[in-house]
């Protein structure tokens, strides 16, 4: 069942996990994998904009694993949640992974506000990844 996998990548410990889950989904069944990084809302200052050294890095190691792929490092106004679900529609993709972050007993009531639209509003399935603890 090969199709597209579509990953929500940001430079955070979550945003890797989520990438390397993906790596491993794709792998499975020689899906393509898109990795989407949006700055927030267009912000490309902000810390969820992977550098271009990250995205680099992203390609190499895709490229070196054999893995089909594209990187799309989103440039319009949409918030992450919106270009991640735009993306895996225009690719008819079989699952989006997004990464979450742990959060305290109240944390958990709400979602982060990506995650959250993302889990909402997706057409296919949705795998959400939680980063490894330190120590």
């Known amino acids: ?3 597209t996998v579509v990953v929500g990548y940001i430079p955070t410990p979550e945003g890797i996990a989520a990438f390397e ?3 491993d989904e794709a792998v499975l069944d ?3 994998l898109v990795v989407v990084n949006a700055g927030q ?3 490309f200052t902000s810390p969820t904009f ?4 990250d995205i680099d890095a992203i390609d190499t190691e895709l490229s070196g694993a054999g893995i089909a792929h594209e990187v799309i490092q989103a440039t319009d ?3 992450p949640a919106e270009e991640i679900l ?5 690719k008819g993709a ?3 992974v997004i990464g979450v972050r742990r959060r305290t007993p109240v944390g958990k009531l709400i979602l982060g506000s990506t995650s959250q639209q993302v889990l909402l509003d997706a057409q296919c399935p949705v795998l959400a990844v939680k980063a490894a603890r330190a120590g």
């Open 77 to 79: 106004q949409l918030a």
């Open 21 to 23: 889950r993906a790596k």
């Open 30 to 32: 020689g899906s393509t």
């Open 50 to 53: 992977a550098s271009p050294a």
């Open 94 to 96: 079989r699952l989006i």
């Open 86 to 90: 735009r993306v895996a529609a225009e």
């Open 41 to 43: 809302s267009g912000n």
């Open 1 to 3: 069942m090969s199709g």
